[in-house]
């Protein structure tokens, strides 16, 4: 069966960084997109970036020229680096890999706070 599995999320300080990591199972990953999401309480889940199997990314706004999405199709893992952290981006983030379905992963609780 497939499985996503998070890690690398923690407790940061606001400017720190921290890198997450999805490792894929049970799908041929190089044919998916690869992608981040994240929910905040009390709000919708939103994407954070995507990146398809040839490399090509996307970006929120809200964290455009901060996080860098990547992606080792060799290891079947793609990762999310994120520098200059910010209390808003508190939000547990999830991992999604999308083609004809969409497959998510557990999530993965950041918080940055002082």
């Known amino acids: 069966q497939v499985q996503l599995v998070e890690s690398g999320g923690g407790l940061v300080q606001p400017g720190g960084s921290l890198r997450l990591s999805c490792a894929a199972s049970?799908?041929?990953?190089?044919?998916?997109?690869m992608g981040w999401y994240r929910q905040a309480p009390g709000k919708q889940r939103e994407l954070v970036a995507t990146?398809?199997?040839?490399?090509?990314?996307n970006y929120a706004d809200s964290v455009t020229g901060r996080f860098t999405i990547s992606r080792d199709n060799a290891k079947n893992t793609v990762y999310l680096q994120m520098n200059s952290l910010k209390p808003e981006d508190t939000a547990v983030y999830y991992c999604?890999?999308?083609?004809?379905?969409?497959?998510w992963g557990q999530g993965t609780q950041v918080t940055v706070s002082s």
């Open positions: 999604n890999a999308a083609r004809l379905n969409n497959y």
């Open positions: 049970g799908i041929i990953f190089r044919l998916f997109a």
């Open positions: 990146i398809t199997g040839g490399g090509n990314t």
